[in-house]
């Protein structure tokens, strides 16, 4: 099963299955001498991680991480660093009746067409349970670009809508985000959102969700046109998460809306400094940073796992039915907001690190 790693330079591969007895991750290409200790790596975890709240996966995972190599009194090495998380609250029985089921919106259908074998518990290998690992590499290629960038360096994430509700972008508080449980950044959202995903709980439902991110203080010449460009690498990375099934950069799907006047993001000089006087293209020009704030949204499906029947075929191909039970999110793209974070520093530490190798 090849596709297990991600990058060029910062690559990180990951390995380990939902229900089995760790996940891991093992990074390569971070420079020496870069300070780092479980402590800063476990702060992104907490947020990523299940049971924090009611409104996500009862699963309860301490996700605490180990260092095992590639880091000596708490500065890298150079060398490849490798990672572990213990599970600690695998519950495969949950998944015994429906063994022999393909549930339908997750990937049991094609991963037994394609390998002639599936793990069953939670999906193994396809489980989000796998991005765990993407966290942990995101803390690591943020802790460089901290370190190289200065504190102006930033990337942050907000759910701006679950189901059909929206937030208004006029209430806009990024400080907000951190203090709620949907990583809302509309104050006035928070009541109506908890009561909707609580109906939707009841009612053995799940609802999708978009994501917007912003990484700001990002050099101007960061990607490689012309097939690596960097708002690819960054699609690639976001469509890579599970359940992810569009990406947007900039103003993306909008633009079909907007003149050529509106679109164009318009350049003057302020004291000698380049400006635009917008950011349609979401701080991204021809593949490469223009300077400013690259945006970035992403759209996270419905949590395939529901109560509900459904009509689907068991590994005999016979009609069925099935209801999924067990520990699952109402609204996946509530834990999605953080590893979407990670994925965005990971390709933006990878083009960094390859811009140097070429200047060099």
Not at 8 to 19: A, C, D
Not at 58 to 63: F, S, T, V, W
Not at 68 to 77: I, M, Q
């Amino acid at each position: 099963m090849p596709g297990n790693s991600f990058g060029k330079i910062f690559k990180f591969s990951t390995w380990g299955e939902s229900h089995g007895p760790a996940i891991g991750c093992t990074l390569d290409g971070v420079p020496s001498k870069i300070s780092i200790n479980e402590k800063e790596i476990q702060f992104f975890l907490n947020q990523r991680k299940p049971g924090n709240n009611k409104f996500v996966t009862q699963r309860k995972e301490k996700d605490k991480v180990e260092i095992l190599s590639g880091v000596f009194n708490n500065y890298t090495t150079g060398a490849p660093i490798s990672f572990i998380i213990y599970n600690e609250d695998q519950k495969p029985k949950d998944y015994a009746k429906i063994k022999n089921k393909f549930r339908p919106g997750h990937a049991d259908y094609t991963y037994e067409k394609k390998y002639g074998i599936r793990d069953h518990r939670g999906g193994g290998r396809s489980s989000a349970r796998e991005t765990a690992m993407r966290v942990v590499a995101g803390a690591i290629a943020r802790k460089i670009l901290s370190e190289k960038l200065g504190n102006k360096f930033l990337i942050r994430g907000a759910l701006i809508q679950m189901g059909s509700l929206h937030i208004n972008r006029d209430n806009w508080d990024w400080n907000f985000t951190k203090k709620n449980p949907f990583w809302c950044p509309d104050k006035k959202m928070v009541k109506i959102w908890e009561n909707y995903l609580t109906q939707i709980r009841k009612n053995g439902s799940s609802v999708g969700a978009i994501i917007e991110l912003e990484a700001c203080g990002i050099p101007v010449g960061l990607g490689e046109p012309v097939y690596d460009k960097l708002d690819a690498d960054i699609a690639k990375g976001l469509m890579s998460i599970n359940a992810v099934k569009g990406v947007e950069i900039g103003s993306g799907f909008a633009s079909a809306f907007i003149p050529g006047e509106e679109s164009s993001d318009e350049m003057t000089l302020k004291k000698g400094n380049v400006k635009f006087k917008s950011n349609n293209a979401g701080g991204i020009l021809g593949g490469i940073s223009s300077g400013q704030n690259i945006i970035a949204r992403f759209v996270v499906k419905p949590t395939s796992s529901i109560l509900r029947s459904r009509k689907t075929l068991t590994n005999k191909l016979k009609k069925t039915s099935i209801s999924v039970t067990g520990r699952h999110d109402p609204c996946v793209g509530i834990r999605a907001v953080p590893i979407g974070e990670a994925m965005l520093a990971c390709v933006i530490a990878d083009h960094f690190l390859r811009n140097k190798v070429f200047q060099s």
